[in-house]
């Protein structure tokens, strides 16, 4: 033992078997002091490890490797990953892991530290957070580094959505962006609207109804005497044979059923006659809570719309409305759909708020008819389309609005309407004057509004529910760029 472990003295007085340590060897060190002797911890001593011929791996030491172990031979030790390393093991000249080799192999089986580890048959390993534990295990590798960890998501809103796929060159997930299809883009757009807190649906009882005409109460109570000025007439001319008891009930009903009947067709021009002839005010000298009426020209809001059919962008109004015709053995549209008249299949009614510039002072009001709000429209609407069976292949247009709405395109005789309100438009509205820091809205009233009796066209009163929209035909008009 004498010749293969010769003897030398430490710089601290102890005397040690083994060879010195070269300096040469000291030179790829890149810690600047060495550990002081701990007592005899071979994990912590690298001066005691030299005793028992335990070769101490060299800390962050790069380069190609060199004397590759044999793995008949030797277990080769693996170095430290590159990486910060700690106060504790910075004053080391070693990285404080051991790696064991045979006694018979002497130097040869001494393998450089690399930049990363290397597992038992001396190729490069994965990362391991700490050394490895067991002292009769073959290798023990230690990082010089704590693992780096996981990244938070940084909530960073992209253009589209992450795929499941490849990661690009960069590391980071693949991201898919582009056009859609345009019948995905248009059933989202539509479901976009529909679920937008921001827009407001609109069904079909807004607009004029002769039931919001004539109040339920008065209507039975007409039909009860009716009835039974019915019943009073038929039994006097059958007790007494005089018919006039029954000839004045008739009369007095076909004199109200003609006055329906007229209601039914010219109730809603009675309705936007009564808007036209409203005097506009000026919301300069209009008083907080006053029901106006606003003249001016529209501009957008936060929520543009775009109209379903012929896709006019930029609207504070859309409606779009498909009508059927219900022959003798034709389809129903809807429930209360009757034989030879047109019914609503399918409607489409949005409103979102807007800003409104009025002719008579020049200010600029917001008007509050979306999230929501009530609002009773007015608007004008021309017809698209006519569809019969003879010519609904030559709009691929229109049958693709259908599929898009898993709407049928079998022999039906179609008509396709569309209103909507572009800005630049000329629109007038009805309201309350609502002031909120300096900040000029038309509101919704609390109640209806009726319009009042006009005896001269025999038009019966209505009402005017939330904020009332007028606005004529503008698919012909030219708008005011704003």
């Not at 290397?118 to 190729?123: I, T």
């Not at 940084?154 to 859609?180: C, D, F, Y």
């Not at 044979?241 to 000839?247: A, D, S, Y």
């Not at 396709?416 to 800005?423: C, D, P, Q, S, T």
């Amino acid at each position: 033992m004498g010749s293969r472990f010769p003897s030398h003295q430490l710089s601290n007085g102890l005397y040690v078997s083994g060879r010195p340590e070269q300096p040469k060897e000291k030179a790829p060190v890149i810690c600047s002091t060495a550990m002081p002797y701990t007592g005899g911890d071979i994990k912590k001593s690298g001066e005691l490890g030299k005793m028992f011929d335990l070769h101490v791996e060299k800390s962050r030491k790069s380069g190609p490797l060199g004397n590759q172990p044999s793995r008949n031979t030797s277990f080769g030790g693996a170095g430290s990953n590159s990486g910060p390393v700690s106060n504790a093991l910075g004053r080391s000249n070693y990285s404080g892991s051991i790696s064991s080799s045979v006694p018979g192999a002497g130097g040869s089986a001494r393998a450089k530290s690399n930049s990363g580890p290397l597992n038992k048959h001396g190729e490069p390993g994965k990362k391991s957070s700490g050394p490895q534990s067991g002292g009769v295990t073959p290798m023990a590798r230690q990082n010089s580094g704590p693992l780096p960890p996981v990244l938070p998501t940084t909530g960073l809103i992209t253009s589209g959505p992450i795929s499941s796929g490849p990661l690009n060159s960069s590391g980071a997930p693949r991201k898919v962006s582009g056009p859609l299809d345009p019948s995905v883009s248009m059933k989202m757009r539509a479901t976009s609207f529909a679920h937008n807190p921001a827009v407001t649906n609109l069904n079909a009882d807004d607009g004029y109804s002769i039931k919001g005409s004539i109040p339920k109460t008065i209507l039975w109570m007409v039909v009860l005497l009716f009835l039974m000025g019915f019943i009073a007439g038929g039994f006097i001319l059958g007790a007494v044979h005089n018919p006039i008891l029954l000839v004045v009930v008739v009369v007095i009903f076909c004199f109200v059923a003609a006055l329906v009947i007229w209601n039914v067709c010219w109730g809603k021009r009675g309705v936007t006659g009564f808007i036209s002839r409203h005097p506009d005010a000026d919301l300069r000298t209009a008083k907080d809570g006053q029901y106006v009426k606003v003249t001016g020209v529209v501009t957008c809001g936060n929520f543009p719309l775009e109209s379903s059919f012929q896709r006019v962008p930029r609207c504070v109004y859309t409606s779009t409305c498909l009508f059927e015709y219900r022959g003798w053995d034709s389809k129903a549209a809807n429930t209360e759909h009757r034989q030879f008249t047109w019914g609503l299949r399918s409607m489409e009614r949005h409103a979102v708020d807007f800003y409104i510039s009025d002719f008579q002072s020049g200010l600029r009001a917001l008007v509050k008819t979306g999230y929501g709000a009530r609002v009773t429209p007015y608007v004008d609407e021309s017809v698209v389309i006519d569809i019969n069976p003879d010519n609904k292949d030559m709009s691929p247009e229109f049958l693709r609005w259908l599929r898009e709405r898993n709407l049928s395109s079998d022999d039906r005789i179609m008509r396709l309407k569309e209103g909507y309100i572009k800005e630049g438009s000329t629109v007038s509205v009805m309201g309350v004057v609502q002031r909120n820091d300096n900040v000029l809205m038309i509101v919704p009233p609390s109640e209806p509004i009726s319009t009042g009796c006009q005896w001269a066209k025999c038009i019966l009163p209505t009402s005017l529910d939330g904020l009332v929209l007028r606005c004529e035909d503008t698919s012909n008009i030219d708008v005011i760029p704003v």
